[in-house]
Each structure stands twice: as C-alpha cells, then as structure tokens.
C-alpha cells in the first residue's frame, strides 16, 4: 500500500493525466469487491460513473495523498484514550484498509463494537449501502 500510495503522488506530482477509461478500471479493481467486479451489469454502471466522475486534480486531492504517505503511524494507543461509544465497519474485500486493521482498531478502542459486512471493498458504502445503513442505523439506535 505505501508503494501505491508513492506511485500516486508521483503520478500527481509529475501532472500525468491517466486516460479516464484506465484510470475508471484501476480505479474499480483496488475499491471494489471481487462479487461486485465479477457482475458485469453492475461493474459497467460504476466504470461508468468512475470514468465520467473523476480525473480532475485538486489540492484536496494532493493533501489526503500526504496523509496516506504518513498511514505508518501507529495511532492504536491513541486510540485506547477514546471514551466515546464507538463502531468500526470494515469490508470484508478491502484491499486499501484490510479487515485486520480494522480488527485492530476496534480493539485498542475500549468497548467498540466491530462489524464485518461481507461482499464489499474499499467502496463497500456503494456497493452495499442497505447493508452499511443498517448497520450504522443499528448502532445509533443502541
């Protein structure tokens, strides 16, 4: 993931402009799980909405790549100083932010709850969004 993450501030940083169809597929295969990419009428709605969406580079852009390139911090023992009730969701696909880490993060939070939804990647709020509103409904209501 840091190397990536590299590639993608040089990218940024050199002005490289991706022809948007490459980017829309390189863009579906890191964020989406293999069920979503594996259906081809649902996978040829979002490299669509991908290939339309995206491409402009903004400062904003810039900046959270910065942070990414700082994501080796470890902040689990800041972490165990947070009071308020917590839930953290990971997506059992994830290639960006793997389940394990969001085990981890869940642990060092002193009573957080930690809910796996299956079938679902780094964009799994698009791909199951009954499934993640459910959930964050759920726990609200609690």
């Given amino acids: ?7 993608e501030k040089d990218l940024f940083d050199a002005g490289v402009e991706l022809p948007a169809s ?3 597929a390189m863009t579906a295969m890191q964020n989406f799980s293999p069920k979503t990419l594996a259906d081809e009428a649902a996978i040829g709605d979002w490299l ?3 290939e339309y969406s995206g491409g402009k ?3 904003g852009m810039r900046a959270q790549i910065g942070l990414e390139m700082r994501a080796g911090t470890d ?5 165990r100083r947070i009071s ?4 953290v969701v990971g997506f059992a696909d994830d290639r960006l932010i793997p389940v394990q880490q969001c085990r981890e993060v869940a642990a060092a939070i ?7 939804i299956a079938d679902t990647g780094h964009f799994g709020y698009l791909e199951r969004p009954d ?4 959930t964050l409904v759920e726990f609200l209501a609690s």
């Fill in 110 to 116: 002193p009573g957080a709850r930690y809910v796996e």
């Fill in 1 to 7: 993931r840091q190397q990536l993450t590299k590639g």
């Fill in 84 to 87: 308020a009730k917590s839930l």
């Fill in 22 to 24: 490459y980017r829309a």
């Fill in 131 to 134: 499934a993640v509103n459910a």
């Fill in 57 to 59: 580079k903004t400062a």
């Fill in 75 to 79: 902040r689990l023992i800041a972490y």
């Fill in 48 to 50: 669509a909405v991908l």
